[in-house]
């Protein structure tokens, strides 16, 4: 009943009274007059409500939420005299009819709006933001009202994921945008367009809607030759950079190419990950990741840049490539290559909670992984108002490795694993039209094959290989190899006054083998029984949707009404055991989003789902999936029922370039399975999973602020994110309820000064607290201070410099350090050449100390970081 409460209640804060002026704008030869601008006003105040664009019939629309009795009506284009009127507080129709204004200026100076809306696009000017130190595009979009841009280079809209990265209108790089922001020119852009309610399928555009955005860059020349070189040496130890990135963009043909290699802490491997969710976001499933059954322990990433402590030496080559194709075909290319080899040093203190006491245990690490990629992606696409049609094909293979040398309350351990990955994918997806209707097809095959292997040494877990008497090693074999499908047919059709409905039909295939085995000693002795799996894997998905959607100039619903029939077979001969589940499930989602003006908009959701678990959430046999964990899910098919209910409220003016959100879920989640961890003295766990059904909780809230003020180039950005959880577990055979908080906030600040003088501040605080059952465990905070001056003496001479304070406040101590880097840089302006000095950690500081809290446990890290080190470098764009 509650959830019928949430609906009613979200209806209900859309309901508010607002008047709507029409009208059309004619000049006096009673012809439309086109892109004028309509603006709203209280009376004896300057300060825009509501504002609106005439299109090219010279008519409006404008709509005000406003108590006010009178309004003042304001209308003005370049060319024409400005006319404005009080008007009375209510809907109704007004016509202006405009002069000709003649405009006779001895000096005219034209300055550039930073931020303009056109309908639903939004475009922002790259040398209204742009700083002289700024190389490449990325680094001006980090700075854009509106947009966040995170540590790993995902980009976002008002909080939410874009959906489409475009250069020119044509999608490139298929998702790997991040290599266009660090190496695509910014002197190469003229402007950076945010394509609000994005449908990148052009023949559904009227029909099915989207809440997320699309990021379009515009380049200055219509055909586009650029890039960028970079060569540098450096030393503390011997140290390299180089980067080669050619491009070209012209209309009928785009390349982007890179071969980067460093020792120098910069990840590029980053640049060439898929950011973009376009098929979670359209609902369908794909699978083609890589399933991790072993491995070292490693040291967690920190929250703070790679190039403070990654140790690595990597190389990267990269081929991009699209080309238009007679009848509006295209076809793009994607390869890579990645060899990278990095190394982590450092220290991690654990603290197990468990009901009635607490679990330390101490490790120094010393891991060397190797990651060795290689993907091509061939994509043919048609994408037109009439037809869409596209067939991508993937073949990738993975050979990584790793290596971890560890001290566990000073007893070494050594860890060694292989994991090979080799996937062949194919998606088909055809769109056509019957009459008046729109017929989909979708097809989705892969093939995949996942060999891995561990071997610890000296053996762990004495008491369960070896009757409590030490031996030499214990290696883990895992063999997974799965055949995936996925065939779906919709129908689309519109049905008049904004309603439109897609019947959908599909089903889902997976056949999957696991094979495992546990070897002891240096002679791989077979330790066999329950501590192998030869599990045989069936799931057979079969669903009907209907969905229905509704649209006009304030309104969007959007209603799911999908039943699923799942048919799972698992069975493990050797061991005698087998589930056979079949089921059938509804699970309804409606979205409802309503715009009371151009820049205020509310939104929100109901969502009730089914998830089952896969393969690697169901095996009889025990794994040992690291040196310190050994696993057993000998339990039933979990089995996991969430609702979730979402509400979102977002504000973008362009006007006064200023924009903000506010988003809250909440979820709750009933579970079939309860899971318990065994906590051993010496810190290694046993985990199981147990037939019990639970209930867990969790809610989020998310806050965004940001505004550029123009007069003083200067832009402010604030955020905020809450999140509570409850989840019910076992720990040591007790049953416990746990309960976790994190909360995140900070700022941004940057401007100009002057034409010599540029700065950011940016602050960040992370706190995070957990408590099992009435006993709360001691918090622990991170705080982070970043600022960066930019200094030009001349027009040739830059000199950066760039300090971060880091504050943790652990559970017993407190960790501090500071880092600095200086970068003097000399530019050739005719010939676009940079000579580049850079001092990195100018302070020499060699290690942090940061915190993590989970569910039950608080982990200390300590990393070794890189040293001081200078590099000299040059750099130019073609």
């Known amino acids: 009943m509650r959830y019928w409460w949430s609906c009613l209640w979200l209806w209900s804060c859309c309901a508010f009274g607002q008047s709507i002026f029409t009208g059309k704008v004619t000049d006096a030869q009673n012809t439309a007059v086109a892109k004028a601008n309509i603006t709203l006003y209280l009376p004896k105040s300057t300060a825009i409500l509501a504002f609106a664009i005439t299109d090219k019939s010279g008519k409006y629309t404008i709509a005000i939420p406003s108590n006010a009795d009178s309004l003042v009506l304001k209308v003005y284009g370049l060319g024409y005299a400005a006319q404005q009127r009080t008007v009375a507080n209510k809907s109704q129709e007004i016509n202006f009819s405009v002069d000709v204004q003649e405009i006779a200026l001895k000096e005219v100076v034209i300055k550039q709006k930073p931020i303009l809306r056109i ?185 703070f840049s790679d190039t403070r402590w990654l140790q690595n030496n990597v190389h990267l080559a990269t081929v991009n490539f699209l080309k238009k194709l007679p009848k509006n075909y295209e076809m793009r290319a994607n390869v890579n290559f990645l060899n990278d080899g990095q190394q982590q040093t450092g220290n991690t203190r654990t603290v197990n909670y468990t009901p009635t006491d607490t679990v330390l245990f101490e490790e120094q690490k010393r891991n060397r992984l190797f990651f060795s990629a290689l993907d091509a992606t061939i994509t043919v696409e048609k994408n037109t108002p009439t037809k869409y049609f596209t067939n991508q094909t993937l073949l990738k293979g993975q050979w990584d490795s790793q290596m971890g040398a560890l001290l566990l309350n000073n007893q070494p351990v050594d860890q060694r694993q292989r994991s090979p990955f080799y996937l062949f994918s194919n998606h088909l997806k055809d769109i056509f039209k019957i009459k008046r209707q729109l017929l989909t097809f979708q097809s989705f095959v892969s093939l995949q094959s996942t060999p891995q292997s561990l071997v610890v040494t000296p053996g762990p877990f004495v008491g369960v290989f070896n009757g409590g008497r030490t031996f030499d090693a214990l290696e883990q074999q895992v063999a997974l190899r799965g055949f995936f499908t996925h065939q779906m047919v919709s129908l689309n059709k519109e049905m008049g006054r904004g309603f439109s409905i897609m019947p959908q039909i599909g089903f889902q295939t997976e056949h999957q083998r696991l094979q495992s085995q546990i070897g002891r000693n240096l002679t791989k002795e077979r330790v066999g029984g329950e501590f192998e799996n030869n599990l045989s894997w069936q799931k057979i998905h079969y669903y009907v949707k209907w969905q229905t959607q509704y649209q006009n100039q304030k309104w969007r619903v959007m209603l799911q009404t999908p039943v699923h029939f799942y048919d799972f077979k698992v069975q493990d001969a050797p061991l005698q055991r087998e589930e056979n589940l079949q089921q059938l499930t509804f699970e309804p989602r ?289």
């Open 590 to 878: 409606l979205e409802v989003s309503y715009e009371f003006n151009p820049v205020l908009k509310l939104s929100g959701g109901l969502h009730r789902h089914n998830t089952f678990g896969g393969i690697d959430q169901l095996f009889y046999g025990y794994l040992l999936r690291n040196f310190r964990t050994l696993e057993r899910r000998n339990a039933p098919l979990p089995n996991n029922v969430a609702t979730e209910q979402t509400l979102n409220l977002s504000y973008q003016n362009p006007v006064i370039s200023m924009f903000g959100y506010v988003f809250y879920a909440k979820s709750q989640t009933k579970n079939n399975l309860l899971y318990d961890t065994r906590l051993n003295a010496n810190g290694t766990t046993e985990s199981f999973a147990l037939a019990s059904a639970n209930t867990t909780h969790s809610d989020m809230l998310m806050a965004n602020v940001g505004k550029y003020f123009q007069a003083l180039k200067t832009s402010i950005n604030l955020d905020y994110e809450l999140t509570l959880s409850d989840n019910p577990q076992l720990l040591n055979g007790i049953k416990v309820a746990i309960k976790t908080k994190s909360v995140v906030y900070g700022w941004r600040l940057s401007g100009k000064i002057s034409h010599w003088l540029d700065w950011e501040y940016r602050y960040k605080k992370m706190s995070f607290e957990n408590a099992i059952n009435d006993r709360t465990n001691a918090p622990s905070s991170q705080q982070t201070h970043q600022l960066n001056v930019g200094v030009y003496p001349s027009k040739n001479f830059y000199l950066g410099f760039k300090n971060e304070f880091y504050v943790n406040r652990l559970t017993e101590q407190s960790s501090q350090a500071i880092f600095s880097d200086v970068v003097l840089r000399y530019t050739l302006p005719k010939h676009r050449i940079d000579f580049e000095t850079v001092c990195n950690n100018l302070w020499n500081t060699d290690r942090l100390v940061t915190a993590s809290v989970n569910s039950f446990y608080y982990v200390e890290s300590t990393y070794q970081l890189r040293p001081l080190q200078i590099i000299q470098r040059v750099r130019f764009s073609f």
């Open 119 to 303: 309908g639903d696009t939004l475009t922002y000017s790259v040398n209204a933001f742009k700083n002289q130190s700024d190389r490449a595009i990325g680094d001006v979009i980090r700075r854009l009202p509106g947009i966040e841009m995170h540590p790993n280079g995902t980009i976002l809209y008002q909080g939410k994921p874009i959906n489409k990265y475009y250069i020119e209108g044509l999608d490139l790089l298929s998702g790997r945008y991040s290599l266009a922001n660090e190496n695509l020119p910014a002197e190469s852009v003229s402007q950076v367009e945010i394509i609000e309610r994005h449908q990148p399928i052009r023949i559904l555009d009227s029909l099915v809607f989207s809440e997320n955005a699309a990021l379009n860059i515009r380049l200055k020349n219509k055909i586009t030759a650029t890039g960028t070189a970079r060569l540098g040496v450096g030393a503390a130890p011997l140290l390299w950079d180089a980067n080669v990135s050619p491009m070209f963009f012209s209309k009928t043909e785009q390349m982007i190419a890179s071969y980067q290699a460093n020792n120098i802490g910069q990840n590029a491997a980053q640049q060439v990950k898929i950011l973009t969710i376009e098929d979670v976001l359209n609902g369908f499933e794909k699978n083609e990741s890589k399933k991790s059954w072993v491995g070292v322990v490693p040291l967690a990433p920190p929250n």
